[in-house]
């Protein structure tokens, strides 16, 4: 019997020390390795008047950058190469007081392109340590939400603003982008709830070759009116796709109230708009790990609706990040 119970107890600690030697595995891969694959989505959105042009959009969120985040600026800098019509950002550009330059470097060369921004959580203040237990099991209406200290977003703002790039927190603009008309709309962000829709509430130019809103978190407070007020697309990050996701289940949380199946990617909300979701190219410093979800920068080519089947399917797919590492 001491011999059965002995084998019991061996076996027990073989499998125990494979399962640690697993998620050690596991965790390394996710903290030292797939944080760092920075990747290029590649998207086609018939979102486009039927007599509009195509149009290359750059959808950039969630840098969440620190000083030392040399690769990442690097990567960043170099997606300029894909000379897009347009450059979306879609806020948490900061993850540190200091970090302002670091994001200059990053998106200096795109800063030559046209851009709209809107700022998310953590633009305004800095990351803190959180129960990562809180976003698994307690509901987002439940969370207390705890703020790190103030950032320099002003300063961020102002820099955006003198290469001409428009700041869209609850303002609308009308501007022209590869000689075609566009109406951008942005509220502030949602998961501060901060946002205030009565702002920009209104139906846009309908002659418009698109009709673009823009928020940090996709709340689905948020979606809906920009939906009943015809908009053609929706963009937003905040949900990190989910960070962590399952192969074959996918997301585990979104950090909002938007459904986890549409954490990352294009999808529709409602009968005519579509819905654009970046997983982005950060983390939390103190969650730095990803994994089944890399960091992602996302060129979306618009096209006029009708003119693809993707007025059904709507998939986007991923193409190998150019060479920055």
């Known amino acids: 019997m001491n011999s059965a119970r002995h084998r019991?107890?061996?076996?027990?600690?073989?499998?125990?020390?494979?399962?640690?030697?697993?998620?050690?595995?596991?965790?390394?891969?996710?903290?030292?390795?797939?944080?760092?694959?920075?990747?290029?989505?590649a998207a086609e959105l018939p979102v486009l008047a039927r007599d509009a042009r195509p149009l290359r959009v750059l959808h950039i969120s969630d840098l969440h950058m620190l000083p030392g985040h040399t690769s990442k600026q690097r990567w960043v800098a170099s997606l300029a190469e894909l000379e897009p019509d347009l450059v979306v950002n879609t806020g948490d550009?900061?993850?540190?007081?200091?970090?302002?330059?670091?994001?200059?470097?990053?998106?200096?060369?795109?800063?030559?392109?046209?851009?709209?921004?809107?700022?998310?959580?953590?633009?305004?203040?800095?990351?803190?340590?959180?129960?990562?237990?809180?976003y698994l099991f307690e509901r987002e209406e439940n969370r207390k939400l705890i703020h790190g200290p103030p950032l320099p977003w002003q300063d961020l703002r102002a820099a955006f603003m003198e290469h001409g790039w428009h700041d869209l927190t609850h303002a609308r603009e009308t501007l022209t982008v590869a000689g075609q008309r566009i109406v951008a709309?942005?509220?502030?962000?949602?998961?501060?709830?901060?946002?205030?829709?009565?702002?920009?509430?209104?139906?846009?130019?309908?002659?418009?070759?698109?009709?673009?809103?823009?928020t940090h978190s996709p709340e689905p407070r948020v979606?809906?009116?920009?939906?009943?007020?015809?908009?053609?697309?929706?963009?937003?990050?905040?949900?990190?796709?989910?960070?962590?996701?399952?192969?074959?289940?996918g997301a585990l949380v979104t950090n909002c109230e938007l459904d986890r199946s549409r954490a990352r990617g294009a999808s529709r909300w409602g009968a005519d708009m579509w819905l654009h979701v970046s997983a982005g190219l950060g983390t939390s410093p103190f969650a730095p790990v990803r994994f089944a979800c890399p960091p992602e920068a996302s060129l979306l080519t618009l096209v006029p609706r009708g003119s693809t089947s993707s007025d059904e399917a709507g998939e986007s797919r991923f193409n190998a990040g150019i060479g920055v590492r």
């Open 93 to 134: 550009n900061l993850s540190h007081a200091a970090a302002v330059p670091a994001v200059l470097r990053a998106l200096g060369p795109l800063l030559n392109f046209p851009g709209l921004f809107i700022f998310g959580s953590n633009d305004y203040f800095g990351p803190k340590p959180k129960n990562p237990a809180r």
């Open 185 to 214: 709309a942005g509220v502030d962000d949602p998961h501060l709830h901060y946002d205030r829709y009565s702002e920009i509430a209104g139906k846009p130019d309908a002659d418009a070759a698109l009709r673009l809103g823009i």
């Open 223 to 249: 979606l809906d009116p920009f939906a009943s007020d015809g908009y053609d697309l929706v963009l937003a990050g905040h949900t990190h796709g989910g960070q962590l996701r399952v192969p074959g289940f």
């Open 8 to 41: 019991r107890t061996s076996t027990a600690r073989r499998l125990f020390a494979a399962t640690a030697a697993v998620g050690g595995v596991t965790l390394a891969y996710a903290a030292g390795i797939e944080r760092k694959r920075w990747t290029l989505r």
